[in-house]
Structure formats: C-alpha cells, structure tokens
C-alpha cells in the first residue's frame, strides 16, 4: 500500500536559518502531494500542494518540488522565524480516492529558538 | 464560511462516562473524516464518511467508540463509556469530492478522561 516517510523530530534550528525536512513517499503512480501544518493548540491546515511531477508548491516562504524520479517531496524554506515553529505533515492523495486514498506522514515537530 | 467547527473545544470526564463530540464540516464537502491525535501514536484515521454513508471504520479502536452522520451539515463521535486511554485530542475534518483534495481541519476536541 501507499506511506509516506518524514524525517523524525524534533527539528531543532535558529532563527533565520535554512530548513530542510525530508519526505518520500511510496506509491504507485502519481499521486497529489500536500504539506500540511498544525500550529500549538490548532488543526492541521494546507501549507502547500503539488498535484503532478515537477510541480513546485509554494506558500509562506515554504516551497516543496515534487520529485517523481526519487518519490520526495521535500520542504524547504530559505530563513525560518521563530513563528514557524509548529508540527509539519506530509501527506499523498489519490484525487477522488476519499480516505482511501489518503496518507499522512507522522508529522515533524519544528522548533526555531531565537 | 466558517469553516468545520467542532464541540466541545475541551472536555474533561471521568472514566465510564459517556462522551459526544460533534462537528459541523464546510457545506458542500461531502467526505468527512474523524482522526485522534495522541503523542504516542500520532494522527489516526477513525472513520470517514462519504454524503453521509460511514465507508470505513476499521480504525475505530473498540466497540466503545461509535459515530454517526445524520445528515450532511452534522456528526457526532461517542465513547461509551470512556477510559483513560481515550484521552486525544479529536478532529473532524472534511474535503470536497472533485476539488484538489485539500483536507480541512477543525480545531480539534480537547478530551482528558480521568
């Protein structure tokens, strides 16, 4: 069946520092990728999507390029800020599947220190 | 819109009591998922339902836990009776059939059983 892999937490780095969280997925065909954030005390929200190959998702300074020759999706953003600390879900999906079709991550645990 | 709402945000009871957690997903989205999420065992998938009908329930842990979909604008997930071990935060979540397969969340119910 489908899975995703992340990179355990918790990622520990300082502020302004580059951020790399890895994720690579199993499955077969082309799935949706999605990366998915949950602020402390909230529910996971889209952070951003790619929907086929070489698609490149971006939002809040974060980016993921969807990588079908080595089943990643990474997430990367340049300079984190302390508010970015948060636990981060990389997810597939089958478009139409419902749950079925659905895969999380088991998430990665952000921590940016000042 | 308002988004998926769910109550109670926080619940606190005592073992062998009886629990309902309710939600209110986006209008229009016809799959709705519910997930706990603990530190332990991360973000499970308890059941989902599709224009109301339940489609799987296999991660629903025990014969204690039971949900239902009434209609499209309103689910409950009951627990009864409740143990420790069933203290999670729970979330609902819903997707639109023929969109991207984004998720959306609802902030969660809080539950801590003693």
């Known amino acids: 069946g489908d899975s995703v892999t992340q990179m355990e937490g918790p990622v520990t780095l300082s502020e302004e520092a580059f951020l790399t969280i890895n994720c690579t997925y199993t499955?077969?065909?082309?799935?949706?990728l999605f990366w998915y954030v949950q602020y402390p005390g909230e529910g996971l929200q889209l952070l951003l999507k790619?929907?086929?190959?070489?698609d490149k998702g971006s939002n809040k300074g974060f980016e993921a390029t969807y990588r079908k020759e080595t089943t990643s999706f990474h997430l990367e953003k340049g300079s984190v800020q302390v508010s970015d600390s948060a636990v981060y879900f990389c997810a597939l999906m089958w478009p139409g599947g419902g749950a079925d079709g659905l895969t999380f991550g088991k998430g990665t645990h952000l921590i940016i220190q000042p | 819109d308002a988004g998926v709402i769910q109550s109670p945000r926080h619940e606190v009871t005592e073992m062998g009591q009886e629990v309902t957690l309710r939600c209110k997903p986006i209008?229009?989205?016809?799959?709705l998922f519910w997930y706990r999420q603990t530190m332990m065992r991360g973000l499970e998938l308890l059941i989902y339902f599709n224009n109301n009908v339940p489609i799987d329930d296999s991660g629903m842990p025990e014969d204690r836990f039971s949900a239902k979909m009434p209609n499209a604008s309103f689910s409950t997930l009951k627990i009864q009776p409740s143990e420790p071990r069933d203290s999670a935060v729970y979330f609902c979540?819903?997707?639109?059939?023929?969109?991207?397969?984004?998720?959306?969340f609802g902030e969660g119910s809080r539950l801590t059983v003693l």
């Open positions: 499955a077969t065909g082309y799935p949706s």
């Open positions: 979540a819903c997707v639109a059939s023929g969109g991207s397969g984004e998720l959306f």
């Open positions: 209008s229009g989205h016809n799959s």
């Open positions: 790619a929907t086929k190959a070489d």
